[in-house]
């Protein structure tokens, strides 16, 4: 089948540029967060996937529809390997969706410079090997439901229960409800740093789908009485598909990704040495600029207790285990471009986050917050900086002299968050 | 294009039911290669016997077998032929030449070879939509020819066109017989002068007449329907649609 005669003859090649489409509305209206780091970078553009698939199903429904309509299907049910033509048509929709997929991420890995991915690179491409099979399991049951249907019917109707199997068979939780989805790749709006692939969840999964869409794609089609209807081996293989959706999940595990609480390796300076995780280099000058700034005007205005000994990265699973190496988190609206505030990073740098307390159900008592932020008030007013959007109040906000300060530093670094 | 083995259609106690309403045959039949006329009222089991023959639908009992050289031996052009209006004749040509195993070495040899036959070299790169009623009939032939088949079955080839066209059909479908068994079904007097060779006439699925045009003619019956002895004898065999 030529590429032109498959462009003037199939819809299901359009899905492409509205993949292109939505993915330049991506990286135009968000700041593109995930830069640099792959694991994100992979699971955040698979998201596109929830409106792409069930578009994909609809466009490959109504082409297989129109294949197996009267004065046509002829064509398919008397030519050798009568599936041919269907899958073939399924491919013009999936190979160019799943190029514009590739294309998209490699785009991204390029400019987010990921030269060393936390996940690994192996695992990475397994998770981006699920979002491509996703694409053609989406088409394959497009094209399967549009070999016994009319073309707007079965268009209609695939869309449909594409939708509705993202919702059931999809991950409502972004990969962290605990319980295996077959359609699941991860969409998430948080960093994934902190967390590795479970390659017993992947592979699983790559092969659930690889197999079903396999069938799905296969399904054989004869004509009786003027009705198109499946063979009856491929009936039996569909029925199998719809056993095997549900039996996957009870066997393959439920989690997506593994904990990964490794801290973070790229470190510089002395006073106090500053580690982040490699992914985020592009924004590790400016933090390092002002935590420099910082801990200066802190030393020169005799608040030695302020300055920790080292400050590290937070991830979604790491965090320092002592109040001498602070554990900083860089927000999302600084991976999408904003600039670091201030007020920001003297928080950072003051939260005891290695106090269990912290992520208890009962959060830590209204002492413990007026405290946290008389430490950062009194810690930009040293450095003479500004305070951004949080307006020092009198009536509610203190500053504190270098003795109260070291007093309230000792108690956060035992935990006491009472006074 | 490459000379055909002859091929032939051969079937034996061929029966096919529908339901309990209508069964076609038993019907014993050996076609061999040159035009084979088709001729029925509505509902007679002409479209069965096409479908059964194609392997749409498989007999209820009894036989069949096409035999020719090669995996691909049918070429099938059914009645409402729906072709792709914003492809070209050669466009379209060639998918139907890669759907039936044409190596993609002769496929334009192919194409070229069975546009020219259909007289439609000329229109190669012309859009499906541009094409009158009779070029479209003929494109649809060629694509049943493409792959070069020893069994052609044409479903009401002639159906809606004006004289002229049904004329210059009929010498494509006749030029197209060498070596090659032509089943053609159609309800035209005029088709079975015009094509000539054998005719087959079924009655509610039962074969009435086999024989040449010359041998129908000599069935006319004086009281039936029609102008010439050739109308007067098919419409006296085919009787009442159903």
């Known amino acids: 089948m030529s590429v032109r005669f498959a462009a003037v003859t199939l819809f299901g090649v359009w899905a492409a540029p509205v993949h292109l489409v939505g993915f330049i509305l991506d990286f135009s209206l968000t700041g593109m967060p995930y830069r640099g780091e792959g694991m994100w970078t992979v699971d955040w553009l698979s998201g596109v996937l929830w409106l792409v698939g069930p578009l994909a199903a609809a466009l490959s429904a109504v082409d297989a529809a129109r294949f197996t309509r009267p004065g046509r299907v002829h064509l398919v049910v008397t030519a050798a390997g009568h599936q041919r033509p269907l899958v073939w048509a399924a491919m013009w929709c999936a190979v160019p969706l799943m190029g514009v997929h590739l294309v998209a991420v490699g785009v991204v890995l390029v400019l987010g410079g990921v030269t060393r991915p936390s996940a690994g690179w192996g695992p990475m491409m397994l998770a981006l090997a699920v979002g491509l099979l996703v694409i053609v399991w989406c088409v394959a049951l497009g094209s399967a439901i549009g070999r016994f249907l009319g073309p707007i019917v079965a268009g209609l109707a695939a869309g449909v229960v594409c939708v509705v199997l993202f919702l059931v068979i999809g991950d409502e939780g972004s990969g962290f409800s605990g319980r295996f989805a077959l359609l699941e790749t991860g969409a998430g709006s948080a960093p994934r740093i902190g967390y590795g692939y479970n390659l017993d969840y992947l592979g699983g999964q790559a092969l659930v789908l690889a197999v079903t869409a396999g069938v799905l794609l296969l399904l054989g089609v004869r004509e009786r009485s003027g009705r198109v209807l499946p063979t009856v081996g491929g009936a039996l293989l569909a029925l199998g598909v719809v056993a095997v959706v549900p039996a996957a999940s009870a066997v393959l595990p439920g989690d997506r990704y593994v904990v990964d609480a490794s801290p973070p390796d790229h470190c510089s300076g002395s006073m106090p040495r500053i580690c982040t995780y490699v992914e985020h280099d592009r924004v590790r000058a400016d933090l390092v600029a002002k935590i420099e700034v910082l801990s200066e005007a802190a030393l020169d205005a005799g608040y030695p207790a302020l300055v920790p000994d080292a400050v590290h990265e937070r991830s979604r699973t790491y965090w320092p285990d002592n109040f001498d190496t602070r554990g900083f988190q860089i927000p999302t609206e600084v991976l999408e471009g904003q600039e670091m505030q201030w007020f920001e990073v003297a928080y950072g740098l003051v939260d005891p986050v290695h106090c269990d307390a912290l992520r208890a159900d009962i959060g830590p008592p209204d002492e413990f917050w007026g405290d946290l932020t008389a430490l950062i008030f009194t810690w930009l007013d040293l450095a003479s900086l500004p305070t951004g959007d949080r307006w020092f109040d009198p009536d509610h906000d203190r500053l504190l002299s270098p003795g109260e300060t070291t007093e309230v530093i000792d108690r956060f670094a035992r935990c006491e968050l009472e006074r | ?242």
């Not at chain 2, 068994?181 to 054998?198: A, K, Y």
């Open chain 2, 1 to 242: 294009m490459t000379v055909l083995s002859p091929g032939a259609i051969v079937a034996k106690d061929l029966v096919k039911k529908h339901g309990r309403r209508f069964q076609l045959g038993p019907l014993s039949l050996h076609l061999e290669p040159g035009v084979t006329c088709l001729v029925g009222a509505n509902g007679a089991g002409k479209s069965t016997l096409f479908r059964v023959v194609a392997g749409i639908d498989r007999p209820s009992s009894g036989s069949l077998r096409l035999e020719g050289p090669g995996s691909q031996l049918l070429g099938y052009l059914p009645e409402e032929l729906d072709l792709p209006r914003a492809a070209t004749c050669e466009e379209f040509l060639h998918y139907v030449a890669w759907l039936h195993r044409v190596p993609r070495k002769d496929r334009d040899a192919a194409v070229t070879s069975v546009l020219e036959q259909t007289r439609l070299l000329d229109r190669r790169q012309s859009k499906i939509r541009e094409l009158s009623k009779g070029m479209r009939q003929r494109l649809g032939i060629a694509h049943a020819l493409v792959h070069n088949p020893p069994v052609v079955l044409l479903d009401e080839p002639s159906g809606g066109l004006d004289p002229r066209q049904r004329a210059v059909l009929r010498e494509t479908i006749v030029g197209n017989a060498q070596n090659r068994v032509v089943l053609v079904s159609t309800h035209l007097v005029e088709d079975v002068r015009g094509l000539g060779g054998r005719v087959i006439v079924i009655r509610n699925g039962s074969l009435v007449f086999d024989g040449s045009v010359v041998e129908l003619e000599r069935c006319d019956v004086a009281s039936a329907p029609g102008e010439t002895p050739l109308e007067r004898a098919v419409s006296g065999l085919i009787g009442e649609s159903e």
